[in-house]
């Protein structure tokens, strides 16, 4: 990471962290890296979005690049017409799953990848001096609230079978996925139950969408469905939800597809990757059906690294990104859960009766702290974290990390013993407070 970007692009309070000048010098470096590039840019639905395309636009334009708007689309969009329409970049103005009052930037290249950390540092370098172009070759603006439609029929696409029957409730956070994915369900024949799927900026991840899928819950008990899909702000997680009402995350939407795909000879290598942070018992389960399984650092974009450098063609997050390498460049929510219901129909069974694993209980606790790269550094929890794994080892796992995208540690311990992991966690915590206030 570098001094702006985190582990997905850059991430901020809109006017304080993340500055309409820092948006700007974002898309006018993308005119230093390259000579009159083509930038397609796209946004989730929050209200600082159309001021932050605004932003990155100038930026391109007064070095010599040209702009595409897209409008409100989700990112695995941007990606897909990156690549799709031949463009050098493609930026998404978002801030995931964060709070209304923040919002991001990333970049994708040609090929519809996020830029890796030293491009990103490439970036960061280009932000001391601006381009400014002289008329007349400064960049031009257009808009094109319409391509979205090229990437609502590659989902479709997608799909093996019609959901004919299937009753889906949709969870679109008030965000990216509002308008696509109601709109690709219904032509695969499903019906759908859309909810919020409001394009009110200041709704968007609001008691709702991946975060909060037990609010999805309680819709699928009142409609009775089939299957429920819980989306991120810009639509690139995807959380599940099971008929009989059980939250369904990222590990183990992998772990299903993962067997499901090794079945039809669609698992390359029949391996898979992950996170430090996938369950133990999912990583178990997997090597019991013959997958291997991979880890990779948290961040889908160290997933698809591994994914490339291994040639494979499947892997994940426990917070709901999916990549189907073999389909898409980057995790799409929207794709994943076409991909689940392309399952749940073929098979003939609930996803509580192709999940057969039983998780290891994880706690997991967000610490706010003022100086994350102070604390992670501290003596003090140093001491106390080697203290305490080398006390589980063998029985479970522990992780603090710094949160590439918020002011926040994160700690993770995992075991099959429930009162152990919160009586670590609760020791951490209380290290972590103590770190931050250190002098």
């Known amino acids: 990471m570098g001094l702006y970007f985190g582990t997905d692009g850059l991430r901020g309070v809109v006017g304080s962290e993340l500055s309409f000048d820092v948006a700007y010098k974002c898309g006018n470096a993308l005119s230093s890296l390259k000579n009159s590039p083509t930038v397609l840019i796209g946004r989730d639905t929050r209200v600082s979005g159309e001021h932050l395309t605004l932003a990155v636009a100038s930026g391109v334009t007064a070095g010599g690049g040209h702009v595409v708007d897209l409008g409100v689309i989700p990112t695995a969009g941007v ?62 603006f257009r ?28 969870d679109g956070a008030n965000g990216a996925a509002c308008r696509i994915a109601p709109a690709v369900f219904r032509k695969l024949g499903a019906f759908v139950v859309a909810s919020n799927c409001s394009d009110d900026g200041m709704k968007i991840n609001d008691a709702c969408g991946a975060l909060y899928p037990e609010t999805l819950a309680r819709r699928m008990k009142r409609y009775k469905a089939d299957v429920g899909f819980a989306f991120d702000g810009d639509a690139d997680r995807l959380i599940a939800v099971s008929k009989n009402g059980k939250i369904i995350d990222g590990d183990m939407i992998l772990y299903m597809l993962a067997k499901h795909f090794k079945e039809k000879n669609r698992l390359n290598a029949d391996t898979v990757v992950g996170t430090s942070h996938t369950n133990m018992a999912i990583e178990r389960a997997l090597n019991k059906a013959g997958i291997e399984f991979i880890r990779t650092d948290i961040g889908d974009k160290y997933v698809l690294a591994k994914l490339i450098e291994k040639g494979l063609s499947l892997g994940g997050e426990q917070s709901g990104h999916i990549i189907l390498k073999d389909l898409h460049s980057t995790g799409d ?71 590439g995208t918020e002011p926040k540690v994160r700690i993770m311990v995992e075991s099959e013993d429930e009162s152990l992991n919160r009586s ?5 915590h209380s290290i972590v407070k103590k770190a931050d206030k250190e002098v």
Do not use: W
Request: charged share 25%; net charge neutral.
């Open 79 to 140: 990606a897909y017409l990156t690549r799709k329409l031949g463009a050098d970049y493609g930026v998404v103005i978002s801030a995931s799953h964060n709070p209304k009052e923040y919002n991001g930037v990333k970049v994708f290249d040609g090929n519809g990848y996020k830029l890796g950390d030293k491009e990103e540092e490439r970036i960061e370098r280009c932000f001391i001096r601006n381009k400014i172009n002289d008329f007349p070759a400064i960049g031009r």
């Open 143 to 170: 808009s094109e609230p319409n391509y979205y439609k090229k990437y609502e029929d590659f989902l479709i696409d997608s799909a093996t079978q019609n959901f004919q029957g299937l009753t889906v409730v949709l």
């Open 333 to 403: 929510g929207i794709l994943t859960a076409i991909a689940v219901a392309d399952m749940i129909v073929e098979k003939g069974k609930s996803l509580d009766e192709l999940f057969d694993v039983t998780p290891y209980p994880q706690v997991n606790i967000n610490v706010p702290v003022f100086d994350k790269l102070k604390v992670m550094n501290s003596q003090l929890l140093s001491h106390e974290l080697a203290h305490l794994q080398a006390s589980i080892e063998g029985k479970g796992r522990i992780m603090v990390r710094a949160s």
């Open 424 to 428: 670590y966690a609760d020791r951490l």
